[in-house]
Every structure is written in C-alpha cells, then in structure tokens.
C-alpha cells in the first residue's frame, strides 16, 4: 500500500493474511516427537510405510490453532505401556505447540504392538 505521495504505508498485522498449518504437518511432528519418547520403536520398511504398516503412525485434524491426533506406536518389551502413552502424550503436545503454534486437545495413543528389541552389539570388520 501506497500514500499519494508514492511512501509505503506500514500494513497492519492483521491485514498480513495468515499461516495455515496442514494435518500433514502436525502429524509429521507428532510421529518425530513420539519417536523421542524411550521406549518407543520405529518398526517397518519403505514398503510397510506404503501399506500403513510403519510405526510410529500418526493421522490429524487441525482446525484453526487446534488439533487433535491419533498415534499408532511399537513399544519395546518390557516398557511400562501407561508410562510410555503419557510420555508420548505429553512430547506431542509440547512439541506441536512448540513448532506449529497449535493447541493439542487430544492425543489418542495406540499401543499396536509390542516388539522385544535384541540388545545392540558392536559389529567390527575382520
């Protein structure tokens, strides 16, 4: 915008439009932020990924500056199942908040399967 005299006028912040943030988004941060939470797992390939098979999987609704989101998640034996959701609960809505300026209503956690982790040994080339 423009005066006679041809200066820009300064706009006001309402009038700068605004930032809509996709379910996308949020689901991308809820299934990185749910994957910080110990003992939550990543399981599956590529091609489990294609067949909705990958943990962990997250689906949401955003309206406005809310959301809500449902997690799907494996979880390593022998982890404590409540303690881990409201882990995972807690880190999804802190960082969703934190990144997307989005309020999580809720977040619906799955525990869809339980996967006992071998222990990581060191592998040295001979």
């Not at 005066?3 to 689901?27: M, N």
């Not at 939550?40 to 990924?49: E, M, P």
């Not at 969703?96 to 799955?110: F, R």
């Amino acid at each position: 915008m423009t005066d006679t005299a041809g200066a820009p006028q300064p706009v006001d912040p309402k009038d700068r439009g605004r930032l809509v943030v996709a379910d996308r988004v949020v689901e991308r941060i809820s299934v990185i932020a749910a994957g910080e939470v110990p003992g939550v797992v990543s399981t599956g390939s590529a091609l489990d990924g294609a067949l909705g098979r990958r943990y962990p999987r997250a689906e949401a609704e955003v309206a406005g500056q809310r959301a809500n989101v449902r997690l799907r998640l494996a979880v390593a034996w022998p982890t404590p199942l409540a303690t881990t959701a409201q882990g995972v609960r807690d880190r999804v809505r802190a960082q969703v908040h934190h990144l997307a300026a989005i309020e999580v209503d809720a977040v619906d956690v799955t525990i869809a399967q339980v996967v006992h982790e071998e222990p990581q040994t060191e592998r040295r080339v001979q």
